[in-house]
């Protein structure tokens, strides 16, 4: 069995192939190609993928290949809307899905985030979406397209093309900017949580990802079409304690009143700052997620999220120290 990653430099893509060669699993990387689009319907988005120019070649890179992970996209939670962000998040997939299964491909994996669900009380693996920004929404859009392809079509060449969405959550690696800046907040005056601070977050380490789409691309039966990343067990307090912090408590009608102001502020701003009034939302509140198909399946992957936030946080304590 072969594998292709496409997008494999980036921080999910590079993961995923460095877990398949430890796994001993060959794989290909295959740049992703840039596209744009001006359509927001995922109808007309799958009608596009099906006559889009860079089939043929896409058709041949992944001809032989088992399995593909979609790894590439635009991860720009405060993005505006624009036809790059769709291209990148929403037709691409739907591009892919198409040629994989021309090229006789056997399962699809297109990495999602759990950002489609918005602020929902408990992130599941339901289609139900609550996307709050450009981002979340063309996420949401790529996999509405997918999901016009129903899994398992049979194909010209015989095979049938089964499709998982993987539904990433917070997800941290040790270099990644983001993870780095989480670090930085938890030593900042600025880090606190809404009382008393044991609810459960979603943030997940790379690595843990990884391994779960390797899990979901070897596992023998078929898997569903949506799979949500599994919890690594943090809470809002402990997620900036391990990243260097000692969050402060704050009352919780305080928070509640201050996302309410914030919210509606990104509203007045064309919904330009919801991305981040959301990132604070998380740090307050967490969200909790429903148990899913790796916790039935017994496929969930070692929790390494604590590792990753402590090697940030000692990351910024030693610039710190110069």
């Known amino acids: 069995m072969s594998w292709a990653v496409v997008g494999a430099s980036g921080f999910v893509g590079s993961a995923v192939v460095s877990a398949l060669r430890e796994a001993g699993i060959d794989v290909v990387s295959i740049p ?13 988005l799958a009608e596009e993928a099906r006559g889009h120019p860079c089939l043929a070649e896409l058709e041949d890179a992944l001809r032989p290949c088992s399995v593909v992970v979609n790894a590439a996209g635009l991860a720009a939670p405060g993005s505006a809307d ?41 992130l599941d693996e339901t289609e139900l979406t609550s996307p ?44 990644r900017p983001t993870t780095v800046a989480l670090a930085r907040l938890a030593r900042s005056p600025l880090a606190s949580v809404a009382a008393p601070g044991e609810a459960p977050t979603p943030v997940v380490s790379v690595g843990a990802l990884a391994d779960l789409v390797v899990a979901v691309g070897n596992i023998p039966s078929k898997p569903p079409f949506l799979v949500l990343q599994p919890w ?25 009143g201050a996302l309410r102001c914030g ?19 998380l740090m307050w509140f967490g969200q909790a997620q429903a148990p899913g198909w790796a916790e039935r399946e017994s496929l969930v ?12 946080a000692e990351q910024v304590s030693r610039v710190r120290k110069r």
């Not at 001006?38 to 109808?43: N, R, Y």
């Open 32 to 44: 992703a190609p840039r596209l744009a689009t001006d359509l927001f319907d995922a109808g007309r």
């Open 82 to 122: 624009t036809r790059e962000l769709r291209g990148a998040n929403s037709l691409l997939p739907a591009v892919l899905a198409e040629a994989a299964g021309r090229g006789g491909v056997e399962r699809l994996i297109h990495l999602s985030s759990a950002a489609v669900q918005g602020s929902r009380p408990v």
């Open 132 to 175: 709050f920004s450009a981002y979340s929404r063309s996420k949401a859009l790529g996999e509405k397209a997918l999901r016009l392809r129903p899994s398992g079509t049979r194909t010209d060449t015989g095979t049938s093309l089964e499709v998982t969405v993987v539904r990433a959550t917070s997800v941290q690696g040790p270099a």
């Open 232 to 256: 690594e067990g943090l809470t809002v307090r402990t997620v900036l304690e391990a990243a260097g912090g000692r969050p402060r408590q704050l009352p919780r009608w305080l928070c509640r």
């Open 263 to 281: 919210y509606a502020a990104s509203a007045l701003a064309g919904g330009r700052l919801s991305g981040a009034v959301r990132r604070v939302e």
């Open 301 to 312: 992957p070692t929790p390494r999220v604590r590792a990753v936030l402590g090697a940030a």
